[in-house]
């Protein structure tokens, strides 16, 4: 496939495919024949579970021998939303004014382009002196259940090994090179349903309303600080999402009254030990009540050192910037890959991810690609 050593071509290919998340939209063969092309041997990794999408994967890795360095993604986007509302066509990967435009520039198909492009220009150099892998979900923006923890999983039954990871996230606030994410906060959501009896307002005696309960259920949880955070993450919050009565009636006390709530928690805690005092705090106020909860990651740090090094130098060295060390934003699937090498995410400016006219300018995606290209030949100097 020509032109793998630009990033545009490959990331306008992958923009047009319609991967709104779980369809793959033909963006895992797009990548399969770009890969191909290139020497690596490509593995697709299908998963399926009983009420969750059906979803397709891709492992390649061009080399056999140690170390392996890889780097994760994800071909799958966000819906559109309203196309009317976009000033060109969500998938046509059209370029004006400097940018690339289209769902996914950002996040993060224009980094998968990068690093491909980055790999197709260092392949040959006799720098690589180990092997190069991508891990690609169709994943990440759904349930995340059929993805990269799947993947991770496979990959060892097969006796592979991955020996650090970069995940290309848009990790930057507002310009390219501003920030590196060696962390992130783990995030706990929480459905609360308090019962009572159903009854007349004219005879509180007969009725038991679980509103004052829910209440003050609500005011324990908005009203404590869980810390002050550490030395890597911020405080901890807790934000209350919904509150449910579902009662149209000014003169029935209701029987049930929900709520739901997420925390974004950092290293001091954990989805155990957050459930087990959301329960104490409960129990102390009374009455009956149901609570499920659902951790979707934990909080997880790979502390600074060589991988996060070798990154902001090369950040530094075609930006000019000191990368700031971070665990701020949300989720993504680094959590999952921490548990099987050290893992950092570094990619693309992130402001106009998810949005309308989502897009990246072509000088950004030259210098990522030129930054990733910086990191492959670091990773492997003196190796």
Same mark, same amino acid.
């Given at each position: 496939m020509p032109g793998l050593d630009q990033p545009l071509p490959l990331a306008q290919e992958l923009i047009r495919c319609q991967s709104v998340?779980?369809? !793959?939209?033909?963006?895992?063969?797009? /990548?399969? +024949?770009?890969?191909?092309? &290139?020497?690596?041997?490509?593995? $697709?990794?299908?998963?399926?579970?009983?009420?969750?999408?059906?979803?397709?994967?891709l492992y390649a890795r061009l080399g056999d021998v140690a170390p392996n360095f890889c780097f994760a993604g994800h071909s799958d986007v966000v819906p559109?939303?309203?196309? *009317? +509302?976009?000033?060109?066509?969500?998938?046509?990967?059209?370029?004006?004014?400097?940018?690339?435009?289209? $769902?996914?520039?950002? !996040?993060?198909?224009?980094?998968?382009?990068?690093?491909?492009?980055?790999?197709? =220009?260092?392949? !040959?150099?006799?720098?690589?002196?180990?092997?190069?892998?991508? /891990?690609i979900t169709g994943d990440e923006e759904g349930p995340s259940i059929n993805g990269t923890k799947k993947m991770l999983r496979a990959l060892v039954e097969r006796g592979e090994k991955l020996d650090a990871c970069l995940v290309g996230e848009p990790t930057n606030p507002t310009k390219l090179g501003e920030m590196i994410k060696i962390g992130r906060r783990g995030s706990l959501s929480g459905w609360l349903t308090?019962?009572?009896?159903?009854?007349?307002?004219?005879y509180p005696h007969l009725a038991d309303s679980p509103i004052p309960r829910?209440? +003050?259920? &609500? +005011?324990?949880?908005?009203?404590?600080?869980?810390?002050?955070? *550490?030395?890597?993450?911020?405080?901890?919050?807790?934000?209350?999402?919904?509150?449910?009565?579902?009662?149209?009636?000014?003169?029935?006390?209701?029987?049930? %009254?929900?709520? %739901?709530?997420?925390? =974004?928690?950092?290293? $001091?805690?954990?989805?155990?030990? /957050?459930?087990d005092w959301l329960r104490r705090e409960f129990d102390a106020i009374g009455g %009956?009540?149901?609570? $499920?909860?659902?951790?979707?990651?934990?909080?997880?740090? *790979?502390?600074?050192?060589? /991988?996060?090094?070798?990154? %902001?130098r090369a950040v530094k060295a075609i *930006?000019?910037?000191?990368?700031?060390?971070?665990?701020?934003?949300?989720?993504s699937d680094a959590r999952f890959i921490k548990d099987y090498c050290p893992v950092a995410e570094f990619g693309l400016a992130g402001q106009t991810m998810h949005k309308v006219d989502e897009r990246v300018s072509l000088a950004d995606l030259e210098a990522l690609t030129r930054i990733y290209q910086g990191v492959i030949e670091g990773f492997f100097a003196g190796r």
């Amino acid at each position: 496939m020509p032109g793998l050593d630009q990033p545009l071509p490959l990331a306008q290919e992958l923009i047009r495919c319609q991967s709104v998340t779980p369809a !793959d939209g033909g963006a895992l063969d797009v /990548l399969q +024949r770009a890969l191909q092309s &290139l020497g690596f041997r490509c593995t $697709r990794l299908p998963f399926t579970e009983p009420g969750t999408p059906d979803i397709d994967n891709l492992y390649a890795r061009l080399g056999d021998v140690a170390p392996n360095f890889c780097f994760a993604g994800h071909s799958d986007v966000v819906p559109v939303g309203d196309a *009317t +509302r976009w000033s060109v066509d969500p998938f046509g990967a059209s370029v004006s004014g400097g940018a690339l435009f289209g $769902r996914g520039a950002a !996040d993060m198909k224009g980094a998968i382009a990068a690093f491909v492009a980055a790999v197709s =220009r260092v392949k !040959d150099d006799g720098k690589v002196t180990g092997s190069i892998s991508l /891990l690609i979900t169709g994943d990440e923006e759904g349930p995340s259940i059929n993805g990269t923890k799947k993947m991770l999983r496979a990959l060892v039954e097969r006796g592979e090994k991955l020996d650090a990871c970069l995940v290309g996230e848009p990790t930057n606030p507002t310009k390219l090179g501003e920030m590196i994410k060696i962390g992130r906060r783990g995030s706990l959501s929480g459905w609360l349903t308090v019962t009572g009896v159903q009854g007349h307002t004219a005879y509180p005696h007969l009725a038991d309303s679980p509103i004052p309960r829910l209440l +003050r259920m &609500l +005011r324990v949880m908005s009203e404590t600080a869980l810390d002050d955070g *550490t030395a890597h993450f911020q405080p901890s919050n807790l934000q209350i999402t919904t509150v449910d009565i579902g009662n149209p009636a000014t003169n029935v006390i209701p029987g049930e %009254a929900r709520a %739901a709530f997420n925390i =974004r928690f950092n290293d $001091r805690h954990s989805g155990k030990s /957050l459930e087990d005092w959301l329960r104490r705090e409960f129990d102390a106020i009374g009455g %009956a009540y149901e609570l $499920r909860i659902q951790v979707s990651g934990e909080a997880f740090l *790979t502390p600074p050192g060589p /991988l996060s090094s070798l990154i %902001a130098r090369a950040v530094k060295a075609i *930006t000019g910037l000191e990368p700031e060390l971070s665990t701020t934003g949300g989720t993504s699937d680094a959590r999952f890959i921490k548990d099987y090498c050290p893992v950092a995410e570094f990619g693309l400016a992130g402001q106009t991810m998810h949005k309308v006219d989502e897009r990246v300018s072509l000088a950004d995606l030259e210098a990522l690609t030129r930054i990733y290209q910086g990191v492959i030949e670091g990773f492997f100097a003196g190796r």
